[in-house]
């Protein structure tokens, strides 16, 4: 009588099993880390606009007429030369400057960023910021 030998191996089904786990959890890590860079995106621009309003004030202080006359080479020379970067790729931009108020311009945020960006921002009811996350206004007098 022939004795049969045991083969030692992995079927095909086993395999698929693997490369169907192996691929649910890569995909599961770039969704976490897209999430987690946007979300570092945000903090940084929250950081920056904070650096923007600390820098106005400044100016606003020491000009006696207020926000009149700010503009972006203010906020540089105050907030020094990366006070405009802003994480999502095109800078900051300033806008129209009153005695009062002033804008700050925002491009290239995604629609995902700007709902955590008017989270972590509202809490300042100076600050108004237009939807779709294209312009945030600022005005002392709130």
């Known amino acids: 009588m022939k004795k049969l030998k045991s083969v030692m191996g992995v079927t ?3 395999i698929m099993l693997v490369l169907a786990v ?3 959890v890569i995909v599961m890590s770039i969704k ?3 999430s987690a860079s946007e979300a570092q995106n945000v ?3 929250v950081e920056a606009v904070h650096g923007i309003i600390g820098a106005a004030d400044t100016y606003a202080q020491s000009s006696g007429s207020g926000y009149a006359g700010l503009t972006a080479t203010n906020i540089t020379n105050v ?3 990366n006070a405009l970067n802003n994480p999502f790729g095109a800078p ?3 806008g129209a400057a009153t005695a009062t108020t002033y804008t700050i311009g925002i491009s290239g945020m995604p629609t995902t960023a700007c709902a955590q960006f008017i989270l972590k921002v509202q809490t300042n ?3 108004t910021i237009a939807t779709p996350c294209t312009t945030l206004t ?3 007098q709130n």
């Open 12 to 14: 095909l089904l086993e």
């Open 22 to 24: 192996a691929a649910m």
């Open 32 to 34: 976490y880390y897209k």
């Open 43 to 45: 903090n940084a621009l």
């Open 79 to 81: 907030a020094g030369s």
């Open 92 to 94: 900051l931009t300033l």
């Open 125 to 127: 009811s100076k600050i």
């Open 138 to 140: 600022y005005n002392s």
